[in-house]
């Protein structure tokens, strides 16, 4: 079935480091694939997303390139804030609209 | 516009005790899921609707767990008789009648069971 991976956390920053958070996903078909951050106590916001091969889904200086080949759909951010301290979720929707969501990563970025 | 809309926001019940949960979804959002989200661990579906009919059930606890969406609108989530292993968050989310577009999610129920 369909199903996502990635990257296992905690992970801890200093503000201004590059962030990477992989994601790899299975599929039949063709999945479009999200990237959702959730603030403590809050649910889940959309952060950015890819519907197609090759689409860069992209918000709030994170961006994430649709990779058929490799199955992978990586979040990056060249200079992370204190303000982004939350946990990201990989996911994708597949036919019938039905959401894989990964186990989350979280992320502490300190001053 | 108005988002996805749930409450309470947190409830603390015995074992043994029933509780329900309630939800609003987006207007002109057919579809409407509920997700179980136990700490640490990412939000697992525990039932699709479209419109009012169920599109996927399979890992709700029928057993314990029950859910509706009356009118294609609103859902209540049940669970009757609750267990300490169901303290988890609890989310609501919907979109709208467009293949494979995103889920819009509600801030989530907090449930804690002792």
């Known amino acids: 079935g369909d199903s996502v991976t990635q990257m296992e956390g905690p992970v801890t920053l200093s503000e201004e480091a590059f962030l990477t958070i992989n994601c790899t996903y299975t599929?039949?078909?063709?999945?479009?694939l999200f990237w959702y951050v959730q603030y403590p106590g809050e649910g889940l916001q959309l952060l950015l997303k890819?519907?197609?091969?090759?689409d860069k889904g992209s918000n709030k200086g994170f961006e994430a390139t649709y990779r058929k080949e490799t199955t992978s759909f990586h979040l990056e951010k060249g200079s992370v804030q204190v303000s982004d301290s939350a946990v990201y979720f990989c996911?994708?929707?597949?036919?019938?609209?039905?959401?894989?969501f990964g186990t989350g990563t979280s992320l502490t970025v300190i001053p | 516009e108005a988002g996805v809309a749930q409450s309470p926001r947190y409830k603390i019940i015995e074992k043994r005790q029933s509780v329900a949960f309630w939800c609003n979804p987006i207007?002109?959002?057919?579809?409407l899921y509920w997700y179980q989200q136990i700490l640490g661990q990412g939000p697992k579906l525990l039932i699709q609707?479209?419109?009012?009919?169920?599109?996927?059930d399979s890992q709700l606890p029928k057993d314990r767990f029950s859910a509706e969406r009356l009118k294609g609108v609103d859902s209540t989530l049940k669970i009757q008789p609750a267990k300490l292993e169901d303290s988890a968050v609890y989310l609501c989310?919907?979109?709208?009648?467009?293949?494979?577009?995103?889920?819009?999610f509600g801030q989530g129920t907090r449930l804690t069971v002792v």
């Open positions: 609707f479209q419109n009012n009919g169920v599109v996927d």
């Open positions: 989310a919907s979109s709208p009648p467009i293949t494979w577009t995103e889920a819009f």
């Open positions: 890819a519907t197609k091969a090759d």
């Open positions: 996911a994708l929707s597949s036919t019938g609209n039905q959401f894989y």
């Open positions: 207007s002109g959002h057919a579809t």
């Open positions: 599929a039949t078909g063709y999945p479009s």
